[in-house]
């Protein structure tokens, strides 16, 4: 165990978070066609000698002491990443290396968080005498919230008591995140010719409804989240400029606080509208960690500031504590010419295992 043992030099497990950076992003992981990125994942502690198990295209290993009888923390992210858009001048899966900067499709969102937390794993892995359980989980289809990534994987798991999440979030602490509700809604009218009088006009009784919710307020008001957005995403009625439509189809993205749930914010909605709603799923809930939990105490004891996150992640379906941190900026997720600087990754390395030191 020699070779594993250098591993623990801060300065080499930042080399190895980019040498495996680099190779994830040259391999394709889009939302559920992540096998090759999770082989890859499995080279990774195959090379140093750590039993990993699959779960689909979820890859997973415990510290070499586990306890069955000791809490344990998850340290989870995910290796899948949104399709590149069209604005990309470079080479989304070339990883180039420039002025400081490492560049690439994922290499923010959420490859640094990916390459980070493997090396922390690998840093406290053979180390004896925890306090807690330290488990890894590096899934799928998060870009989706899609049902066979962490959403899957989670019940097959040793029992979690902590989870920490990894997203771009400059290393500081999102202690609370916001939840997702997708909306559809249909305004029914009646269809007539456009030339004659129409008081019943399904695309003019459907602005009225939606100006009418996009401009309330929700009474309660979250200390980190502030307050529940709601956006109007799309819209569609017409096909013919003669012929008013018998009926007006629109879509709400709504970002829930930690004041509601998001079958609440649903019911408060169709309360104020008369047009008929249904939500596309109610799962995405928003989440929120105490002050006074430890790894907070820790984070902020090292410097560290925390916030309300406005983007959801994997948060919103493990079913346990959860904070959110990693390296980057969420600002660069799913823009062209997506990069991490190098400094960030030996940064969130070190920050990582400064915050798990005080609590392990």
Not at 39 to 54: G, L, M, T, Y
Not at 118 to 138: C, G, R
Not at 172 to 177: D, K, P, S, T, Y
Request: charge should be negative.
């Amino acid at each position: 165990m020699k070779e594993l043992r250098s591993l623990y030099r801060k300065d080499e497990l930042q080399d190895n978070a980019v040498e495996l950076l680099k190779k994830l992003i040259e391999i394709p992981s889009f939302s559920k066609d992540e096998f090759n990125t999770s082989v890859e994942i499995e080279n990774f502690f195959k090379k140093h000698q750590i039993p990993a198990k699959r779960f689909k295209n979820n890859i997973w290993a415990v510290n070499k002491s586990f306890d069955v009888f000791k809490p344990s923390i998850l340290l989870n992210t995910h290796h899948d990443t949104v399709k590149p858009n069209k604005a990309y001048t470079l080479d989304p899966f070339l990883p180039i290396e420039k002025d400081g900067k490492l560049f690439g499709l994922g290499s923010n969102d959420a490859g640094a968080s990916l390459v980070s937390m493997a090396q922390v794993f690998l840093y406290f892995y053979e180390k004896e005498d925890l306090k807690y359980n330290l488990i890894i989980a590096l899934t799928a289809e998060e870009e989706i919230s899609g049902f066979d990534g962490i959403e899957a994987l989670y019940p097959q798991l040793p029992n979690i008591d902590f989870a920490i999440v990894g997203e771009p979030t400059q290393m500081n602490l999102a202690i609370a995140e916001k939840g997702l509700l997708v909306i559809d809604g249909e305004m029914k009218g009646t269809p007539s010719h456009a030339a004659h009088p129409n008081e019943d006009n399904s695309i003019v009784k459907c602005m009225e409804d939606l100006q009418n919710i996009l401009n309330y307020k929700f009474p309660k008001v979250s200390d980190y989240l502030g307050e529940i957005k709601i956006t109007l995403s799309g819209i569609n009625a017409g096909i013919q400029h003669n012929v008013v439509p018998e009926s007006c189809t629109f879509t709400l993205d709504v970002r829930v606080t930690d004041e509601y749930s998001n079958k609440e914010v649903f019911e408060i909605i169709q309360s104020e509208m008369k047009s008929a709603l249904t939500a596309r799923s109610f799962r995405l809930n928003s989440s929120k960690i105490e002050l006074d939990h430890p790894f907070v105490k820790a984070g902020l004891e090292i410097g560290r500031t925390i916030y309300g996150s406005p983007t959801s992640s994997d948060q919103a379906i493990i079913p346990c504590t959860s904070v959110k941190i990693g390296p980057g900026d969420s600002r660069r997720s799913h823009t062209a010419d997506e990069y991490i600087y190098i400094d960030e990754i030996r940064e969130g390395i070190e920050i990582y295992i400064k915050i798990l030191e005080k609590i392990l």
